[in-house]
C-alpha cells in the first residue's frame, strides 16, 4: 500500500480494534478467527471498519453507546466486560461507567442494570490487576 492508497476496511477495523482494546482486542479477533474465520473478518471489517473508524463521533461516547445497549440486551456480560475494560482504557471513568449503566435501569429494568453493574465490577478488579496504557 503506497501512501496514496486510502486503508480498506479491513485496516480501519484492526486500527480501530486496537486503538479501543489494545493488543487484547486484536488477540480475541485472532483466537475467534482460528475456528470462525469468517466471523472474525466480519468483526473486524463491519464493526470497526465501518462504524468504529467513522469521524461522528470521539471514542468515548462510543463506548458510551456501546455500554448502554449492551447493558439493554441484558445478555451480553462478557461483552460488556470487554467494553467496560476499553472505556477505562480509553478515558471514561468507573462513576461515568457506572452513570451510564444507572440511566439504562429506566429503559431496560433493574435486573439488566444488576447484571450491567456486575460485569463493571468484574472489568474493574480486571483493571486493578492489569497495566493499563492508554489509547492515543
Do not use: C, W
Request: no cysteine; hydrophobic share 40%; glycine share 8%.
Amino acid at each position: 500500500m503506497t501512501s496514496d492508497t486510502p486503508p480498506t476496511r479491513r485496516e480501519r477495523g484492526e486500527a480501530a480494534l486496537t486503538r479501543i482494546h489494545g493488543e487484547v482486542g486484536l488477540g480475541y479477533v485472532a483466537t475467534l478467527r482460528e475456528t470462525f474465520p469468517d466471523f472474525a473478518d466480519m468483526l473486524t471489517d463491519f464493526p470497526y471498519g465501518d462504524i468504529y473508524a467513522r469521524d461522528g463521533l470521539d471514542p468515548k461516547s462510543r463506548q458510551i453507546a456501546t455500554i448502554a445497549a449492551l447493558t439493554i440486551l441484558g445478555d451480553s456480560r462478557h461483552e460488556l466486560e470487554i467494553h467496560i475494560g476499553s472505556a477505562l482504557r480509553i478515558g471514561l471513568t468507573r462513576q461515568e461507567i457506572i452513570e451510564v449503566i444507572m440511566q439504562m435501569a429506566v429503559y431496560g429494568g433493574f435486573p439488566r442494570a444488576l447484571t450491567a453493574l456486575s460485569a463493571a465490577k468484574s472489568a474493574f478488579a480486571t483493571a486493578d490487576n492489569q497495566t493499563v496504557i492508554p489509547a492515543k
